[in-house]
């Protein structure tokens, strides 16, 4: 099984990476709040940023929409 589609190691890495560093607050919902702001001020690297810090969760709701089409498809 490829590690971009195991919940496990994509739950690891959400709670790691997808939340690091983590105070004063998870640094994507930093980079999520700024972006709802406008945005303004961001600089590419902060953009590259939020990707990356983003990834591990656009995966894990990728593999958990997978996951409940998946049954559905059957009937």
Do not use: T, Y
């Not at 590690?3 to 919902?29: I, Q, R, T, Y």
Request: proline residues 9%; glycine residues 8%.
């Amino acid at each position: 099984m490829k590690p971009w589609n195991d919940w496990k190691f994509l739950a690891l890495l959400c709670l790691s990476l997808g939340l690091a560093p983590f105070v004063p607050e998870p640094h994507v919902l930093g980079k999520l709040r700024w972006v709802a702001g406008g945005a303004i001020g961001m600089q590419p690297l902060d953009w590259w940023d939020l990707f990356m810090h983003g990834l591990p969760w656009l995966l894990m709701l990728r593999v958990l929409i997978l996951k409940v089409a998946a049954p559905a498809k059957l009937k």
